[in-house]
């Protein structure tokens, strides 16, 4: 099995989730309590998708939010780093399109999508800022960013206990339920170290989309934040 460090070297990173695809979904719903579901319906409420629009999903690992996007009507593109998690996603779910692919050399043309979406995976690119600028690219001018990520809570005595439940009850968890448990070191590590609300903004806002807000999910545990393709 093998885990990752933060400098995100994305054979690691591939090499980390394949080994965690069998029971990752699972897994994602038992350590955050149930919550991942709220935070893909409110990602999709968010992007307030319309029949026939093209989506794109990166970091769609087996296409679970793909799918849950799919719902709207839209015509909705799955792409992840991870063949391990994109079989385990094509043996689950047949009907959604996954791609094989870099977050930072996307496998299509200029301005191909209405909106383009990432939950829980730009803080395990090794450049997060090109994967936003590559998103942009690829989206049409006035199409829509969402990225629901990780984030910091807003109540400190709140932040205090998460932190401590990232760093020590979350890969105790893990050991019961996840088929590579040594992986979530990392994700709790990766969660610690990202930027909080209003410097991800900032972030979005220098790579190519304009009007950026966001919305703290959970008391602030994740956030949607939206943009507009300049």
């Keep these: 099995m093998t885990t990752a460090s933060l400098d995100k070297e994305p054979q690691q990173i591939a090499a980390m989730f394949d080994g965690v695809a069998k029971r990752y979904d699972l897994t994602n719903t038992i350590i955050s309590m149930g919550q991942d579901r709220f935070w893909r319906r409110e990602t999709r409420r968010a992007l307030s998708l319309k029949p026939g629009e093209r989506v794109l999903d990166l970091g769609a690992g087996t296409g679970v939010s793909t799918a849950d996007l799919a719902k709207s009507g839209a015509y909705v593109v799955g792409v992840d780093l991870s063949i391990g998690m994109l079989r385990v996603g094509q043996a689950k779910r047949p009907e959604v399109p996954l791609l094989g692919g870099d977050a930072l050399k996307l496998p299509f043309a200029d301005e191909t999508f209405d909106a383009a979406t990432i939950s829980l995976a730009l803080r395990n690119i090794a450049d997060s800022d090109a994967a936003l600028r590559e998103m942009a690219r690829v989206t049409k001018p006035g199409g829509r960013l969402l990225v629901c990520e990780f984030s910091h809570p807003v109540w400190v005595p709140f932040r205090t206990a998460y932190i401590g ?17 040594d992986a979530y070191v990392y994700l709790a590590e990766s969660i610690r170290a990202w930027p909080d609300q209003k410097g991800l903004a900032a972030r979005i806002q220098n790579n ?23």
Excluded: D, F
């Design 208 to 230: 190519g989309w304009r009007k950026v807000a966001w919305r703290n999910l959970s008391g602030g545990v994740v956030a949607l934040h939206r943009g507009i393709r300049i």
């Design 165 to 181: 439940y990232l760093m020590r009850a979350l890969p105790k968890v893990a050991r019961g339920v996840a088929s590579n448990p």
